[in-house]
């Protein structure tokens, strides 16, 4: 019997230790270059250890029949911190949201926490009966109805996010969901352990796997892709309709790294691109291609969208402190894309000359 429960044990166990281990040296690893990231998955990394724990606890009073404190004490901090684990992830997933969106989505974590402790006063939520079976109340699937609110808005912001052309993080997030949602079917169905918990393990590290791939296609100071990442989007883009170009550059930025300092110039670059940021669409892409240089790539976006853009970020740029120059292509009829970047670059400082004569005059 003690054999065969050893067994069931290690079955349990090895592939979501295995992924944990994996995940603590790998974030250990690269803690130092992309600290964000590691923040954002201490608190979903430290849930998943302590529900493994929490499980094993659970599992081994239940197979010694136990129908004490602990056992119930066991059961209500796994449900509650399921709910926190999901949790968690949410909050990865909405990581530019309002801070008050975040608060309201603590609310159903809140009111499982208050559920589950009546446990130890009342048969409202669970007891365990005297073979050590579990008996359930009128509240028992409180935990499972959170469970599953928690999934449902995870999916739901995976698909909302398609708007900010965020479609790679959306499959990631759907499909780690429907994994999860399966997960449960199983284990429920077939009376099966430890399936879930290695399911979400590994949902966790591809979710991190991610955004680590993701941070290293961005530029740090900015946020916006970077270099590397505008020369593997726009390798093969000669057989996509209606591609602008917008060639952006920053004025003054070596007036300013020399009388203000660098850090003044680094100011100076992250305003300019939060102000680009702000009126880009869906379909456009936004990268930083050198030291003052940003470039917007539209696809499948039609002209009179593209030119709408071109005002607003016009406005925005005026009603700013900050000044740039801009020069616009749209790809033509058997016309390759370093071509249509030339013609944006072009320009691009047909109009910063203009800019300075326009100052000239001024002076």
């Given amino acids: 019997m003690y054999d065969e429960f050893l067994q069931q044990l290690i079955q349990i166990n090895v592939l979501p230790l295995c992924i944990i281990i994996f995940l603590i040296i790998f ?34 009073l239940l197979n010694g029949r136990n129908t004490g404190f602990i056992h119930v004490l066991s059961a209500v901090l796994g449900y509650n911190i399921r709910i926190c684990l999901m949790l968690s992830l949410i909050f990865i997933e909405l990581r530019e949201e309002k801070k008050i969106l975040k608060n309201i989505l603590v609310i159903p974590a809140v009111v499982n926490f208050v559920i589950t402790m009546l446990a130890f006063f009342t048969k409202l939520v669970f007891w365990y009966g005297e073979d050590g079976s579990i008996m359930r109340g009128p509240l028992s ?22 708007k900010y052309d965020r ?38 590290a591809f979710f991190y796997m ?54 003044a110039g680094d100011e100076a670059i992250k305003g300019a691109a939060q102000v680009i940021r702000k009126d880009l669409l869906k379909g456009s892409h936004f ?3 050198g030291g003052d240089e940003f470039v917007i790539v539209s696809i499948g ?19 700013s402190k900050y000044r740039f120059a801009i020069g616009s292509a749209t790809m033509q009829d058997n016309e390759v ?11 691009m400082y047909a109009n910063k000359r203009a800019m300075k004569g326009e100052r000239r005059k001024t002076q």
């Fill in 27 to 60: 974030i250990g690893f690269n803690d130092v270059y992309e600290h964000e990231v590691t923040e954002m998955f201490v608190k979903p990394l430290f849930f998943l250890i302590i529900l493994i724990v929490i499980d094993n606890i659970d599992y081994y």
């Fill in 141 to 162: 699937y409180t935990p499972h109805v959170v469970s599953f609110l928690y999934a449902v808005i995870l999916f739901v912001y995976g698909i909302y996010i398609l």
């Fill in 167 to 204: 479609w790679r993080e959306s499959i990631v997030v759907c499909v780690a969901t429907m994994l999860s949602l399966l997960a449960t079917f199983v284990e429920t169905m077939f009376q099966l352990r430890g399936i879930l918990i290695g399911v979400v393990s590994l949902d966790v």
């Fill in 210 to 263: 991610f955004m680590h791939v993701e941070y290293f296609k961005r530029d740090i100071l900015t946020g916006a892709l970077n270099r590397v990442s505008f020369y593997a989007d726009t390798r093969n883009l000669e057989s996509k309709d209606e591609v602008t170009v917008f060639s952006i550059d920053l004025n003054d930025l070596k007036k300013i790294n020399d009388t203000l300092g660098h850090p």
């Fill in 287 to 289: 990268y930083r291609v």
């Fill in 301 to 319: 976006v039609p002209q009179e969208k593209t030119d709408k853009m071109l005002t607003c970020l016009l406005m925005d740029m005026n009603a």
């Fill in 337 to 347: 894309f370093d071509d249509v970047y030339k013609r944006a670059d072009r320009e």
